[in-house]
């Protein structure tokens, strides 16, 4: 009918996100997917939150926090919670600095060895805020589940739809969830503020070491469930395959969701294709690992990876096990003076001992997530 | 004195060290150190005892299970308790199937890369076994330690020692020790038998997921430190630093003690340098991972990286986050009929998706240690 036909075309479900940020380097504008450029987030510990990288799978809702409530479904036979943004003040507060990163930050590299399906992430689809909330662990508590949980999978919904009204959705582990240690909050503040709308007004789930898929923006409904979240993106999109495995035969039930991420490291300083300076050189970058393990070491090569030198890591230690946030890290190293170019490379190692790969075609897989192998960047050294 | 010289002509503390599997290929006969060959380790999930790999870093003590008695020490103006084996065996008895590795294990394969300063182990340093006694936790608990504790440390001590009287020593952190979920066990039975005198009869510390140097064997002592154990396999070796590090420059202190390790997978079928029938070919081989991580996938090349195809794991799925024991895994592939040789390598991914790195150089360090790069076989083909 007319009507509809004209909501059809006139009719624009992107039409009420918020403004942005001119630095953003935008991979998608409907929906909004835009990372920050690497010198800038190289620069601070914690990601200015205009800068703070975004991904969105669907417009960003408009929500009115007066009236805004999160169901929280209570265990069989039990009732659901609904919790006003008041009543989850009321629980105590919790506050975290916590990295989150893109299960497709630097996939760009990983295309360039085969096509992948995906944005083009750069390697700024990561960054850090300190998250102030209430603990999932409470709020599942007071909504009647013990905390002691059997292998149940804690599913969250968001408010952002699709046509269709399909809502992004994805789920972790009950025991994640529950860990008193696993500082996993439903946090109503970024750095201090209100959540920006494009991540999460009023309410979204921060799950330290966690990829960010799972950590659901936008929150509107929570609930325990024996299985996995049933949506697309809990099981049919972010997983890891085999090189071999392409769209023409992959089976997405045989690889496990993405949880934990890899050990991870970038170089922000300088960047690719850049001429510097002789006498010396300064590289920065990151390094962050999944599943709260510390970052000890960053090592980084001038010589394509013939020798390599130990970068200094900034900021204090990090606790054993809660190591939820980045280290920055740099090197000032002298340059031989008959070295024209430098082959930079940085690679991390965690408290597991757990190290980067050395090439990304290894790691290829048909999605174009995890990619982590050694970060390299080519510059020319000025006469 | 006439009686002293005699002594330390006389006097072998290597005299009473047991009978060995004539099969186990030895390292270093005093102190005992031997791994079993490869193609009788992939044989079996549970590695028979007298298969199991040995590593002693002193004389194997004679200990009178009679008289034995375990020195647990509580808190602060607290009792050390006394426990007997019996005392021991009343605890509740908890079973567990945990793999133990090296971190020397395939140190040969790095020391080809530049000399190391270790035993010449081959991929062999790793072994499964079921392992039964009671839950450190549970003696902790009962010695008056707080299941809740700060970040201490567990230091063991073993009854094992040097001319100098120095005990091997050990330590781990509290917070593993008393996680209900981190089955560190007290253990005095391997695969239903009292541990044999190489394992540590009458008892050995079990730390599942975490390398073989903290699982103290012929345990003589527990106690709580708010320091890791001043031993020098705790401070001054099982560490690992930047390949630029070497015996010159090296700072113990700069690098945290090795616990968990990092992901590792072996082939043990074929061997390097065999010749193979023509058609089809069978790759077998074990994988694992540190810190109860579950492994999700192998990987298996015949070309040397060029392509890949994921192998079969053997067994049942592992429970997350307590995957302590090994997969064993095969392959069976067509080989192509012009092929004359096999660069087979193998690669495993653990579910917080870390895997291992391409090449062993890069990873080098003065010990020789958490050698986890790609294993490679080449093989011929017989025409
Ligand atoms: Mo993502
Ligand atoms: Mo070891």
């Known amino acids: 009918d007319e009507e509809r036909s004209s909501d059809q075309v006139c009719t624009d479900p992107y039409a009420s996100d918020p403004p942005r940020h001119p630095a953003l380097q935008i991979n998608s504008q409907k929906p909004f997917n835009a990372e920050p450029p690497l010198e ?19 417009p ?6 007066a009236t805004y409530h999160l169901q929280v479904e209570g265990p069989p036979g039990g009732q659901t919670l609904s919790l006003s943004l008041d009543d989850l003040r009321r629980f105590p507060k919790h506050q975290v600095t916590v990295t989150l990163q893109c299960a497709g930050n630097r996939r760009s590299e990983m295309a360039q060895v085969k096509s992948v399906k995906g944005l083009n992430w750069g390697a700024g689809a990561i960054s850090t805020a300190q998250w102030g909330g209430a603990r999932l662990r409470d ?13 149940a999978h804690v599913c969250f919904e968001g408010l952002d739809s699709d046509p269709t009204g399909t809502a992004y959705g994805a789920s972790i582990p009950l025991a994640r969830a529950m860990d008193p240690e696993g500082d996993v909050l439903l946090a ?12 999460g007004f009023p309410l979204r789930v ?23 979240s049933p949506s697309h993106w809990q099981r049919r999109d972010y997983k890891g395959f085999c090189p071999s495995v392409d769209w023409d035969k992959v089976d997405f039930d045989s690889a496990p969701a993405i949880q934990e991420l890899p050990v991870q490291s970038v170089i922000t300083e300088p960047r690719e294709g850049q001429t510097i300076e002789p006498g010396e050189v300064t590289v920065k970058g990151y390094a962050w690992s999944g599943g709260g393990r510390a970052i000890i070491r960053v090592d980084v090569s001038l010589d394509g990876g013939l020798t390599w030198q130990e970068a200094k890591l900034e900021g204090e230690a990090q606790a054993p096990r809660r190591a939820w946030a980045w280290r920055l890290w740099q090197l000032t190293a002298p ?4 070295w024209k170019e430098l082959n930079i490379i940085c690679k991390a190692v965690d408290d597991g001992y757990n190290v980067q790969p050395d090439t990304v075609a290894p790691i290829w897989n048909l999605r174009g997530v995890l990619t982590n192998s050694w970060h390299r960047v080519h510059v020319q050294v000025a006469p």
């Open 40 to 58: 800038l987030l190289g620069e601070s510990y914690i990601t200015p939150n205009p800068l703070f990288f975004t991904r969105n799978h669907l």
């Open 60 to 65: 960003v809702p408009t929500i009115d926090p």
């Open 139 to 151: 709020v599942l508590i007071q909504a009647g589940h013990s905390p002691s949980g059997s292998e």
């Open 188 to 199: 109503y503040e970024m750095n201090g503020q209100p959540l920006p709308p494009d991540h």
């Open 206 to 228: 921060v799950v330290p070491g966690v990829v960010g898929a799972r950590q659901v923006k936008w929150l509107g409904k929570v609930s325990i469930s024996p299985e996995e």
């Open 335 to 338: 340059v031989p003076t008959d």
